[in-house]
């Protein structure tokens, strides 16, 4: 139904040219506001369970069908002669794969709240954000990747200091800037068609972006990694130092185009934070699923699936929430009804109904739990058919659909407070809620599944 709600007026403007004149920033953060204080009764809608269900579930299950995929994919290659010999590896795969969730989930989010805000409805300004942040992407892919690769090898290492050799580590940090690299570029065009394509369709491209960066995003960039590292291991040593030599040298170049456009300028200095501890964080359950699977090897099939769906609904809650905040409010002040509200309290972001844009968001949260089970159902017939139904027994089933109800009712929760708490600082949530929302759910999802293998293994 159609909620009034007093939002700032949004005027349209040449984002190459006029925007740092027409939209001051309230703080540092690249978010735009308008100058004048004016604000108008403006007809909002608010989307009710069905039909965040309705938009979500197609994408939500292409996506789980994408994860299923990269699933059956790592339960291959772990047993390739370059992962038996670089076991490294498998401490940079979730590190890497949620590096490339956070990056083009965080875009899809941004991108999708300039969609709803009305600034990417010409060519020409859909052209200029994608330019810019598809450049902002290879700065983070190729920094972030490389360092994905110095945590690794790092953890590694620690353990069994025998292994500490320059080749391997030019071997494992090469294929990680290689892969965050073309992933980038792939994943993040997509995104803005995608985005664009939605707009113009007028569907919610919050609800429908996210899932598709999560779909492509795990698949793809395993296959590359998978790929990349096995040409790498047994070419010449002296081809990976001359890869990152050549990185080296046009990395300024992706760094000056992402400068010149306001929105992406200020995330080089400051979107920093937010993608290197995910990275810490995934690096962390990277280090669980090295060891799960040297006990449970057929842990790998399961892992992306539990993790990718779980940061899948909580990037779709995420940005609906930081898009419905930046339509009814200015950043650093929450709406008025939001003020008194007790963010804490899990029956705020499940139950609420005395306040519209609460009810609005506890809506789509039920929305978005109600889809774990079903999914995950239709995902691990998925993986029956493909692997046999040996493994899945009805213990099985049952404890690993109540982890994965728990994690992610958890993040949902977890979503809606530090949302609204970085908005209220003044910090985009489009910028940095992401990557800690999906790093801690591989965290989560790698402690709970490997708890789940220990169990139904212990009887």
């Known amino acids: 139904m159609d909620i009034k709600q007093r939002t700032v007026e949004k005027k349209e403007v040449n984002y190459e040219d006029e925007v740092e004149e027409n939209l001051p920033k309230v703080k540092d953060t690249g978010v735009e506001e308008v100058k004048d204080a004016d604000v108008e009764e403006e007809e909002v809608v608010e989307e009710d369970s069905w039909r965040v269900l309705v938009e979500v579930t197609p994408p939500y299950l292409v996506a ?12 291959t290659v772990q047993h390739w002669e370059v992962y038996r010999e670089l076991p490294e590896l498998f401490i940079m795969v979730p590190a890497l794969i949620g590096l490339k969730g956070n990056l083009e989930m965080t875009l899809a989010s941004r991108l999708s709240t300039h969609a709803n805000l009305g600034h990417l409805d010409t060519i ?24 994905a690769a110095c945590l690794a090898t790092a953890m590694a290492w620690a353990g069994d200091p025998g292994r500490a050799q320059m080749a391997r580590f030019l071997v494992l940090a090469t294929s990680s800037v290689v892969t965050a690299s073309l992933a980038s570029a792939v994943l993040g065009l997509i995104m803005v068609v995608v985005i664009a394509v939605s707009r113009r369709y007028k569907v919610n491209p919050d609800n429908v972006a996210t899932p598709i960066a999560a779909a492509l ?76 699977i040297k006990a449970f090897p057929d842990i790998a099939v399961f892992q992306p699936v539990m993790n990718g769906v779980a940061g899948n609904l909580v990037g779709i809650q995420a940005s609906r929430l930081a898009t419905l905040l930046h339509r009814t409010s200015r950043l650093g002040e929450l709406p008025e009804e939001l003020e008194t509200a007790v963010m804490s309290s899990p029956s705020t972001t499940f139950l609420a109904s005395s306040s519209t844009i609460l ?94 293998f220990q169990a139904v293994h212990s009887q």
């Open 64 to 75: 789980g069908l994408g994860m299923v995929g990269a699933g059956l994919l790592l339960d």
């Open 124 to 147: 020409e300004q859909i052209v200029a954000m994608g330019r810019a942040n598809l450049a902002l992407l290879q700065v983070q892919g190729v920094v972030v990747g490389a360092l």
């Open 217 to 292: 995003g795990d698949l793809v960039t395993l296959g590359l990694l998978s790929a990349v590292a096995t040409f790498l291991h047994t070419s010449s040593p002296l081809l990976p130092p001359t890869i990152l030599a050549a990185y080296l040298a046009i990395s300024p170049a992706f760094h000056q185009a992402a400068g010149r456009h306001p929105d992406t300028r200020v995330l080089l200095a400051t979107g920093w934070t937010p993608v290197l501890s995910a990275m810490v964080i995934s690096s962390l359950g990277g280090k669980i699923l090295a060891r799960a």
């Open 359 to 452: 009810s609005s968001n506890a809506a789509a949260a039920r929305a978005l739990l109600f889809l774990v089970l079903p999914g995950h159902v239709v995902f691990n017939l998925a993986i029956g058919l493909s692997q046999g139904f040996s493994m899945i027994t009805t213990t099985f089933v049952l404890l690993y659909l109540l982890a994965a109800l728990i994690q992610v009712g958890v993040l949902l929760h977890i979503a809606s407070c530090m949302v609204h708490h970085m908005w209220r600082r003044g910090e985009d949530p489009d910028n940095a809620a992401i990557p800690y929302l999906t790093s801690l759910g591989d965290l989560l999802g790698g402690a709970a599944l490997a708890a789940v």
